[in-house]
């Protein structure tokens, strides 16, 4: 790499790398793609805007949820998990996709474990399944109890640094590399202190995450800005399904709490534990079968419609009564954590907890081999939409989303780049360095947030649509932030743009003013740039043979 020199007001890359893949983000998804790229023999930068285990992945006290027939005689089946998936995607999952990816589960967390990564084990000394939201049988497997994403991104980063893997820490993607033809050729980046550079690749991998950050209250970190949706929509390519935005339905409720709130798993409620309202009285008694542990969608929207009606006075959260589990300070350590921190003691108090957006169920449309709809263009983990999640995902299905996946783009990688599909990056040109509408990011939060979130309808939405072009100004990239910032508003934009298309109730996109699922909308919206840079609609696509 070249120096920088004098490059604070720089207006082209001042350095410049190659690799035949570079890629952008450095969670499950990314460092499993890095990992098997470099072992195929390919030349392989990693690129990630903070420190490696800084990603969303550490921070999933949820499991993996895999059938695993030759470590417990459950009565389960790839089949069944298939079946527990199409429910919860509520008639958007593509049945292809989904089946192809859970086939692929078991011998992911095999290659996991034997490069390292630590489950928890049942006292037959076999692993130990829990069973959460919307699934049928026991069969999520964790890692120190409610640290599962913290362990599989612990063993990722450690193989990653024993391979040497080279990681460029704390630079942000902003713009692809396309040539002539269009394909894409790398990326341009920038350092912390807004020093530009560029990476010419015959390869990207977005691995960048979500877009959480569009509202006031997430259980996302900070980066999770959209960054990789925004680049891929400049790039030319489709995004799908971008207006199902979950959001879980517990997180620890703290008043006036904005960004990154703490989980309270799932496997909480797995253990038995029932949610209540202010008044003591059970929110999910009569509102699906499978009570506590219905789909995230159906209780995130049932503890809103609680907290709407506030029976004993308490309007912004309900209560998760965990008192009856045994042992939970072992089961659940960084729950307790977060509970101690606010001076409550889970096995006497109940814990207050609200939904809070958590996860992008579309985004890049891709295969099942993380290939987008550009040559050169991949997408893998939540910043791409495979058809596995649907309307709304089931819980647990996102960390082996990422292993099974990762693995497959790294292959799809090497064979497209033997096959001579791919660029040549020196053909690559370079995007203008110059702005893009972006608004300020507090007004686009509260904003996102009040309108929509759960529970939508096409006032709230015309009204969001408005105070987000009125509060747009050009920006020039120059900054961290300010990238953050027009990529939140494209997501923002493309998020509305779908949102006021779909009029009905379907998974996690809830419209008050049409709250009944009209099955002449079981299909997805595809979402492309216009020439001026606006999210348009593009041809929907009607999915036959879906779940």
């Not at 509970?339 to 409550?344: F, Q, S, T």
Request: hydrophobic fraction near 45%; aromatic fraction near 4%.
């Amino acid at each position: 790499m070249m120096p920088p020199v004098n490059a604070a007001q720089a207006k082209t890359p001042v350095w410049e790398a190659r690799a035949d893949l570079v890629v952008i983000g450095s969670g499950v998804a990314g460092l499993t793609a890095a990992l098997r790229a470099q072992a195929l023999g390919l030349h392989v930068l990693v690129v990630t805007k903070a420190a490696v285990a800084d990603g969303n992945t550490r921070w999933a006290q949820g499991g993996v949820a895999v059938v695993l027939e030759n470590e417990h005689d459950v009565g389960d089946s790839v089949a069944k998990h298939a079946e527990d998936t199409f429910t919860a995607g509520a008639g958007l999952v593509d049945e292809v996709a989904a089946r192809s990816i859970l086939d692929g589960g078991p011998a992911a967390i095999a290659r996991l474990r034997a490069d390292g990564a630590r489950f928890d084990a049942a006292g037959d000394g076999l692993l130990a399944r829990a069973r959460e939201g919307g699934h049928s049988a026991f069969r999520v497997i964790h890692a120190g109890g409610d640290a599962t994403g913290a362990e599989v991104e612990r063993a990722l980063v450690a193989q990653a640094g024993q391979a040497g893997v080279p990681v460029l820490e704390h630079h942000i993607a902003v713009d692809a590399l396309r040539t002539p033809g269009g394909r894409v050729a790398g990326v341009t980046v920038l350092d912390r202190h807004g020093v530009p550079g560029v990476v010419r690749a015959s390869a990207v991998l977005l691995a960048s995450g979500g877009i959480g950050q569009l509202y006031q209250a997430t259980s996302n970190p900070e980066i999770a800005t959209g960054d990789g949706l925004a680049l891929a929509l400049r790039a030319g390519a489709t995004v799908a399904d971008i207006e199902f935005v979950q959001f879980h339905p517990t997180v620890l409720y703290t008043p006036g709490a904005r960004g990154r709130c703490p989980l309270v798993t799932e496997a909480v409620r797995g253990e038995g534990a029932t949610l209540v309202d202010g008044a003591g009285l059970p929110v999910m008694r009569g509102v699906h079968p499978l009570g506590d542990l219905a789909p995230r969608d159906v209780v995130a929207a049932a503890i809103t419609r609680r907290m709407a009606t506030a029976p004993g006075g308490v309007d912004d959260h309900v209560f998760l009564d965990a008192t009856g589990i045994a042992g939970f300070a072992r089961r659940f350590p960084t729950v307790l954590a977060a509970c101690a921190a606010l001076g409550l003691d889970p096995a006497v108090d109940p814990i207050p907890v609200t939904p809070a957006a958590h996860f992008s169920c579309g985004g890049v449309m891709t295969t099942v081999d993380g290939r987008s709809s550009v040559a050169g263009l991949y997408a893998a983990g939540e910043v791409a939409r495979t058809g596995l999640h649907g309307a709304n995902r089931l819980a647990s299905n996102s960390l082996l989303e990422g292993l099974v996946v990762g693995q497959r783009v790294a292959e799809a990688v090497a064979a497209d780049l033997g096959a001579g599909l791919l660029a040549d990056p020196a053909r690559g040109r370079l995007p203008s360095w110059t702005t893009a509408p972006a608004a300020e990011r507090d007004a686009l939060q509260r904003v996102m947030s009040r309108y929509t979130a759960i529970g939508r309808d096409a006032d709230g939405l015309a009204a969001a649509g408005s105070v987000l072009d009125l509060s747009l100004s050009d920006t020039p990239l120059w900054t961290h932030a300010a990238v953050e910032d027009a990529a939140l508003t494209v997501a923002a934009q493309a998020l509305l743009t779908a949102a006021v298309r779909r009029t009905e109730s379907r998974g996690c996109h809830v419209r008050s003013d049409f709250p009944s699922r009209d099955d002449g909308w079981r299909r997805s919206q595809l979402i492309r740039l216009s020439p001026s840079g606006q999210p348009v609609l593009a041809d929907p696509i009607t999915l036959e043979g879906v779940a």
